[in-house]
């Protein structure tokens, strides 16, 4: 049994007066939910997260992290100081980064190595553009995006994922995937970590985001193989956000 996990991905939002009124509002809108919830934050609030949800059941996390280990890496941030902020999440792959920072698979997969080197947990996305679901690509476009993590890590590793699936063309425009496209999606992503663990694929969550939000959330959540979602715009809102974890 896969408890469902609902993230929320601020994205480059906040100032901390705004975050203060956010999370307050999401911990006090919680009673009642049976789903997780996370939040991932610029690094920059990321002592507020921790000032404000330690002791509550919301999680935090961040939404991107250095390949290296501390050293000389001008701007970079890596995963054994997010560590020290008690991140439990870390985004890796989200197509914002991989599109306007050409970052291949190969190197998100190094990413998600480094996030489970210091015992957090990567929430890796996959997902495919518009042109590549028309040309009847999108399982083949996922597959190589997931396939990459899987080639680099031990096989005990796979147990240990969140995987996202956020196709390209949802995110952020409204249109989301329908819940029979996103499970057929979801339901190959898990036979290709079963092909790398059995015994952890039936473990591993896989979350739907692009567009997700209270009107379609129940439905796509409903899903056998959707268990949570990775929620950006609807995330800064927390009644939407709420309206999601409880729907799930
Ligand atoms: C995202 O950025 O991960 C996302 C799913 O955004 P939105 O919910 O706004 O489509």
Not at 25 to 35: K, M, P, Q, T, W
Not at 95 to 119: C, D, I, N, P, W
Request: overall charge negative; charged content about 20%; aromatic content about 4%.
């Amino acid at each position: 049994m896969r408890t469902k996990l609902i993230v929320g991905n601020w994205k480059m939002n906040g100032s901390r007066a705004v975050n203060a009124g956010l999370l307050e509002g999401i911990v006090a809108g919680l009673d009642g939910a049976r789903a997780e919830a996370a939040v991932c934050v610029p690094a920059p609030y990321l002592q507020q997260c921790q000032d404000v949800l330690t002791g509550t059941p919301v999680a935090w996390g961040a939404q991107d992290v250095s390949v290296h280990a501390c050293g000389a890496y001008t701007g970079e941030i890596c995963a054994s100081m997010l560590a020290e902020f008690a991140c439990r999440y870390v985004i890796v792959g989200h197509s914002e980064r991989r599109a306007y920072h050409r970052e291949s698979s190969e190197l998100v997969a190094q990413k998600a190595r480094a996030v489970l080197a210091e015992g957090m947990t990567p929430i890796v996305c996959v997902g495919e553009t518009l042109a590549q679901r028309d040309a009847g690509e999108t399982v083949a476009v996922v597959g190589g995006q997931l396939g990459a993590v899987l080639e680099l890590l031990e096989p005990a590793q796979v147990a240990q994922l969140v995987v996202a699936y956020e196709p390209v063309w949802a995110i952020g425009t409204g249109k989301n995937a329908t819940p029979a496209m996103a499970q057929e999606v979801h339901a190959a992503l898990r036979e290709q970590l079963r092909a790398r663990n059995q015994d952890a694929a039936p473990t591993v969550r896989i979350l739907y985001g692009g567009s997700m939000k209270p009107e379609n959330a129940r439905e796509l959540l409903a899903q056998p193989d959707i268990d949570g979602g990775l929620i950006g715009g609807a995330a800064l809102k927390a009644r939407d956000f709420l309206a999601i974890i409880h729907a799930a």
